[in-house]
């Protein structure tokens, strides 16, 4: 599932066949073995919520 992880994240995971609680844990888990913590997680929610798109890149003022 890792593999299928890397390749196509969620979408990949439900094609291979993956719960949504395995989906949970592997999305976790790679992001814990990035050094992703929530604290960082909250601020990148808050700024995709706060943004507006140009394109396809989001913005946000500061």
């Not at 992880?5 to 814990?32: Q, T």
Request: glycine content about 10%; hydrophobic content about 40%.
């Amino acid at each position: 599932m890792v593999v299928a992880n890397d390749k196509g994240h969620a979408a990949a995971l439900r094609e291979f066949g993956a719960s949504p609680s395995d989906i949970r844990s592997i999305g976790d888990a790679d992001r814990a073995a990035q050094g992703i913590s929530e604290e960082i997680e909250q601020k990148s929610r808050r700024a995709v919520a706060n943004g507006r798109m140009v394109g396809t890149f989001r913005l946000r003022r500061r």
